[in-house]
Every structure is written in C-alpha cells, then in structure tokens.
C-alpha cells in the first residue's frame, strides 16, 4: 500500500492560531466578573489599583446608578472597557489586597484567642502568658509597655463586674497593634 503523503502547507495552516469564540468568550466573562469584583471596592480601594481613566469613570458611575437596567447595561460597558485594560496587573493587585485581607483576619483572630487566654488566666500566670505573647510576636517586654496596663485594667473591669466592653475592647486593640507587622499598626 502506498504511504500517505503529509499535507502541503496551505493557506489554512499558514494563519496565526486565534482562541477559539468558547475561549474568548470565557476570558470575557472573567474579565466582567473580575471588573464587578473591582466595582464592588470603595472609590478609596479602586484608587489603589491600576485603572485606566476611564475605567475608573465608569465604575464611579456603576456605584451611582439605581435602575436595574442602567445598572446591567453599565457592568456590560465595564466589561467591556475590560477587554483593554491590563487584566493581570489588576489580578495581581487584586490577589496582593486579598493577602493583606487574609493576613488583617489571621490577626484578628489571633487576637480574639490570646484576649480569653490573658483574661481567665489566674493573677501568677499573666506575666507567662505576656512573656509567651511577645516570645510569638518577636517583640519585648520594653517595646510594649501598654500591654500589661490593658491587661490589668480588663482584668479589674471584669473582677468588678463592669459590663461595659471598653476595657476589654482596649485590650484587644493591643493584642492586634502588638500583631501587626511593623508599619502595618499605623495604617
């Protein structure tokens, strides 16, 4: 049987590969969706990312719309406005605020469990109990000398029986500055 012969290069292998309408479809989509997650940001957070001007324009516009439609035609325009804009910076941008998102929540709830710790601890092992706190954070004694005030005074507020949180909201202001990276506490 005689062998095949390869095809020729023709016209139609000469064209430069294009996605396909499914793959540019789906990176419409993604980039709409990833212009709402944008949207749905403060003035404030949007001004941080790296929007064009006009881009900017009609997510400020997005956030002062009321009717449904204008609403709906509106995200259609950013998506649009989408497609020119640079997608992975703002990706980037995006994921470096989710981050920082996540690391604000870690160290909330740090926080959270270290104040029932200092509070229902007894008198002799509070000193321990800061010691190991600042062993954790890299930090000294010397270096925060307002925590043990705060502690003292959460732990007198709920000895007498006040119900007022301020003491142990003060306390827990400590714990999360003390936890912050430093730099981070001033923002």
């Known amino acids: 049987m005689p062998r095949k012969r390869a095809a020729a290069p023709g016209p139609e292998n000469d064209r430069p590969q294009t996605p396909s309408r499914s793959a540019s479809k789906r990176d ?17 957070e949007r001004a941080a990312l790296p929007l064009t001007p006009e881009l900017a324009e009609a997510m400020d516009l997005l956030d002062r719309l009321t009717d449904h439609e204008g609403r709906r035609r509106q995200e259609q325009y950013i998506g649009r ?21 996540a690391a604000a929540v870690a ?3 740090a ?12 008198d ?4 321990r109990l800061l010691e190991e706190f600042w062993r954790r954070t890299g930090e000294t004694a ?12 959460a732990r007198a507020a ?6 007022s949180p301020r003491a142990s909201r003060v306390l827990f202001r400590r714990l999360a500055d003390a936890l912050a990276a430093p730099g981070e506490a001033d923002q």
């Open 111 to 122: 926080a959270e469990s270290w104040r029932p710790r200092l509070l229902e601890a007894a």
């Open 158 to 163: 709920r000895a007498r029986g006040d119900t």
């Open 81 to 101: 406005l989408m497609r020119e804009a640079d997608g992975e910076a703002l990706r980037r941008a995006m994921a470096r605020r989710q981050t920082a998102n």
């Open 142 to 153: 010397d270096a925060d000398a307002e925590l043990p005030r705060a502690v003292e005074a």
């Open 28 to 44: 419409s989509h993604a980039r709409q969706a990833l212009g709402m997650e944008i949207a749905r940001l403060t003035a404030a």
């Open 107 to 109: 160290r909330f709830h």
């Open 124 to 127: 002799a092992d509070v000193p």
